[in-house]
């Protein structure tokens, strides 16, 4: 996923479009999450596969919009730009159901994981990068959503093996830059064992965007110190 300093229909325009209002409500487009940190406003396009900055020349008019007090014209600009759309009440987006970690397990001693653990957390991974370079994460997002464990919480033991699995498994796959693949295997894997754990997507400025898996409260991908840098902007 890339971040790029434009909004999402291309470079600032020389002037800005009038675009007619819809008389249907307006909102943020679906598929589109957003999250501010300090003066700038972050943005996830799940179905784009993408990150972008919101470009100055359309600040005031998105804050005006989150304020509730926008103009026509500034409501104008957001859709010209793309980022609201027309809506009914029941399409508005579920703000993120998030819970803030306040441990990790990759902090503490994990303890061994047998080597079929291992090998399975390794198979998984290659499914997901494979995933990855085949259908997008707007594909694999409708997977997890539909596969995902109804019960309500983890057993400990699963978490304990399932996060030692894949820490070990760094020794044999590569780590870097691997955040994505490696949440989406364990999510799945947790899934298939009857856990349903999250996978989140945060940002940070000076932008920089990284994901991880988290069971209520308790982070199993990364040290706690890691995962605190980040805001997170979706979650599955």
């Known amino acids: 996923m890339n971040?790029?300093?434009v909004p999402p229909n291309g470079g600032t325009p020389a002037v800005a479009a009038i675009v007619p209002l819809p008389t249907m409500p307006l909102q943020l487009r679906p598929g589109l999450y957003h999250r501010r940190i300090g003066g700038d406003h972050i943005?996830?396009?799940l179905s784009?596969?993408?990150y972008f900055l919101l470009p100055p020349h359309l600040r005031a008019a998105f804050d005006s919009y989150l304020n509730g007090r926008p103009s026509a014209p500034a409501l104008s600009e957001l859709l010209a730009a793309g980022l609201i759309g027309p809506g009914q009440a029941e399409d508005s987006p579920t703000p993120l159901?998030?819970?803030h970690a306040v441990e990790s397990l990759v902090?503490?001693?994990?303890g061994a994981a047998s080597t079929p653990q291992i090998l399975r957390a390794i198979w998984m991974q290659?499914?997901?990068r494979a995933e990855l370079r085949r259908d997008g994460i707007l594909d694999i997002v409708a997977r997890l959503e539909r596969d995902r464990s109804r019960n309500a919480s983890c057993d400990e033991r699963v978490i304990q093996n399932t996060a030692a699995a894949f820490l070990h498994s760094r020794?044999?796959?590569s780590a870097a830059d691997q955040c994505l693949v490696r949440g989406i295997a364990m999510k799945r894997l947790l899934a298939q064992r009857g856990c349903d754990a999250s996978l989140v997507l945060g940002v940070t400025m000076p932008f920089s965007a990284h994901c991880w898996v988290q069971a209520s409260d308790v982070v199993l991908t990364d040290t706690l110190d890691i995962i605190r840098r980040y805001q997170p902007i979706f979650a599955v």
Do not use: E
Request: charged share 25%; glycine share 14%; net charge neutral.
């Open 97 to 99: 159901a998030f819970t």
């Open 3 to 5: 971040a790029i300093g």
């Open 107 to 110: 902090d503490g001693p994990l």
């Open 126 to 128: 290659g499914r997901a």
């Open 43 to 45: 943005f996830f396009d």
């Open 171 to 173: 020794r044999l796959v």
């Open 48 to 50: 784009a596969d993408r």
